[in-house]
């Protein structure tokens, strides 16, 4: 499962300011609905564009997992405004 999250800033913001250790873990999980079972999960690394010469961009995004029902949910930032 992938949750937009949003974020006030672009793609260099979200890389430069580390704000991918600042995501708000979900009260509640997406797929099965219950509370109280996510745990945070480690990140994983994606690509995005960005415009201007440097084109590409790593950033890194958070990921829960659900310990209720063992699935995992990846909050991507809504860096493009
Ligand atoms: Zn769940």
Known sequence: ??????????????????????????????????SGGMRPHGYYPRWVTVPGPIMRLLIQIRRFLCCLCRRTTSMLPEVYG
Request: net charge neutral.
């Open 1 to 34: 499962m992938q949750l937009i999250i949003a974020f006030d800033g672009g793609p260099v913001e979200y890389a430069r300011d580390g704000a991918h250790r600042k995501v708000a873990r979900p009260e509640e999980c997406a797929i099965c609905g219950k």
